[in-house]
Each structure stands twice: as C-alpha cells, then as structure tokens.
C-alpha cells in the first residue's frame, strides 16, 4: 500500500529552535494538506497545496510558520520560532483532486 | 463557511452493543461527505465516503454511514462493536472540487468488555 511518509515521528526541542518537519506524498497525488491536532482544537488545517502551488494557507499563523514544496515529492513545514503553544502531532495528508485524503503517521512535536 | 458539528464527545459502549454518531454540517449545496477513523497513536484511516447516489454508504470493518440531505446529516453507524473499534471517529465535509476537508472535532469512542 501507497503511504504517506512523515519525517520525523518524534521532535523535542527547546523554545525558539526552528523545527523543520518533511512529508513524502503518495506518488501521483496533486495535493497536499497540512493539519495540526491538539485536544482542545481538534484537527485544524494549516497550509494546502494543490499542483505544488500553495492554495490555503490562512490556518496558519505567518509570522512563525512557513509551507512549501520544493518538488513534487517533497512538502516541508517550518516553525521558526518554535514556542510551546505550538506542541501539538502535525500530519500531513494528500490527495488525488483532492479527496479521499490519505494522512501520514504524524510528527509529534514537544516545544519545551 | 462549511463547519461540522459532532455532538458526541465521547461514547462509551460495551461489546456487541449497536453505535451511532452524529454529523451534522452546515452547507446549503452539493456536499461529499467522510467519515475517518484515527486509533491511538494512529494517523488517520478512511473508514467510508460519499458523493453521491445511494445515500446509505457502506465502509470498511462493518461500519455505514446514511445521508439524509434534509436533515444535513450523515451519522454513522455499526450493528455490533467490538473491543478493537476503541478509536477516535471524524466526519468531514467537501464542497467543491478545490477545497480541502473541513473536519468535525471528533467523537472519541471506547468499547468495554
């Protein structure tokens, strides 16, 4: 089976440390979405690509975070600074116009 | 803007006993509809879709979902549930064909023996 692939799974860092976490989208997929989850906001949609063209990125906040795609196998988020209201698990997800939406395992990110 | 509301929280059920969850959206136009299923420590799994004909939708592991258009509903549901359906339940609505997903908060579901 095709699968998303997210790297890292795990991140700890300190506040203010820049975070650079990568997706893998499913080969032949023209879209990629970013979500964050938290227990209190639930899934929230961060950035989404369609074609390796940002679409939507109003979800998330511009002046510590940044999305692309640099080639059609690569999506990068980046937080930078990092702060700890940022801890939350990112997935990423792609598509075929766009949905079904096939989500990656996650990056579980801890800001201390 | 399209928003989802699923009303449960969380639904604690014994074994064999029959579930559903409410969907409920609030879009006016032509809609598909989702359900996934995220089990602990899981990424999220598609469990079924819909975009159009037959209403009542059959999934995976058991599960269906019906679509009432007059009711902006599209609940879930499963005759009996077993121990390993303890998972987190999202419904998701789309609108047109270049907008992502807007997901429910989710229904958090624990089967006890």
């Known amino acids: 089976d095709a699968r998303v692939t997210q790297t890292p799974r795990h991140k700890v860092t300190e506040m203010g440390q820049e975070v650079t976490m990568r997706c893998q989208p499913i080969?032949?997929?023209?879209?990629v979405f970013w979500y964050r989850q938290t227990m209190m906001q639930g899934l929230e949609l961060l950035a989404y690509?369609?074609?390796?063209?940002?679409?939507?990125d109003s979800g998330m906040p511009k002046d510590r975070f940044s999305a692309e795609m640099p080639d059609a196998t690569l999506a990068t988020l980046k937080i930078q600074p990092s702060e700890p209201r940022d801890s939350a698990v990112y997935f990423c997800?792609?598509?075929?116009?766009?949905?079904?939406?096939?989500f990656g395992d996650g990056t579980r990110l801890s800001i201390l | 803007a399209q928003s989802v509301s699923q009303h449960n929280h969380h639904v604690i059920l014994s074994e064999a006993a029959s579930l559903e969850l409410g969907c409920n959206y609030s879009?006016?136009?032509?809609?598909?509809l989702f359900w996934y299923v995220q089990y602990p420590g899981q990424h999220l799994q598609l469990l079924l879709k819909y975009f159009s004909g037959d209403p009542l939708v059959k999934g995976i592991k058991g599960f269906e979902a019906e679509f009432i258009k007059s009711k902006f509903s599209f609940n879930l549901r499963k005759p009996s549930v077993q121990w390993s359906d303890t998972a987190e339940y999202f419904c998701a609505v789309a609108t047109s064909g270049n907008t992502p997903l807007v997901f429910g908060k989710g229904t958090r579901l624990s089967v006890i023996a």
């Open positions: 080969l032949g997929h023209n879209t």
């Open positions: 997800a792609s598509g075929l116009d766009p949905w079904p939406q096939h």
């Open positions: 690509f369609r074609n390796r063209a940002p679409l939507d």
């Open positions: 879009y006016g136009g032509t809609v598909n």
